[in-house]
């Protein structure tokens, strides 16, 4: 029985720990941006932090500046909303800051645009939020 309250004890542990981290990866930071403002974090400086932002949510992606910075291939969303673009596989500038309402996506762009969200969720911190333009 001992053993057993041991182990017990020990999992609940490790279970409020793993809720513990995945609450902190889960937690958006204090930036907050306009759209307009987002256009300032494009990865054409090199002393600002490159932003993308997805379902109003904005992700710090500098650490991937040889994609997203100036010239390079994902730059394109460098300094944009880029929700819509990525639910609909888009790569057309006219794509980018398109409002995008979830709800009148087809199955396949909303799972398209759930996937994406994933993977910046598991690769990039998030750094803040979208807010309307004042």
Request: glycine share 6%.
């Amino acid at each position: 029985k001992q053993s057993f309250e041991k182990r017990s004890s020990k999992q609940s542990a490790m279970s409020a720990a793993s809720n513990a981290e995945a609450t902190a990866s889960d937690s958006v930071g204090s930036v907050r941006l306009t759209r307009k403002q987002l256009a300032e974090f494009d990865g054409s400086s090199a002393d600002k932090p490159i932003y993308v932002a997805i379902e109003g949510v904005i992700y710090d992606v500098s650490a991937a500046r040889e994609m997203y910075g100036a010239g390079k291939s994902y730059n394109l969303f460098a300094g944009h909303d880029a929700t819509y673009s990525f639910a609909k596989m888009s790569l057309n500038k006219e794509d980018l800051d398109k409002p995008c309402d979830k709800a009148e996506l087809s199955d396949e762009h909303r799972k398209c645009l759930d996937d994406w969200v994933k993977k910046y969720k598991g690769k990039y911190p998030m750094a803040g939020r979208l807010v309307d333009e004042e």
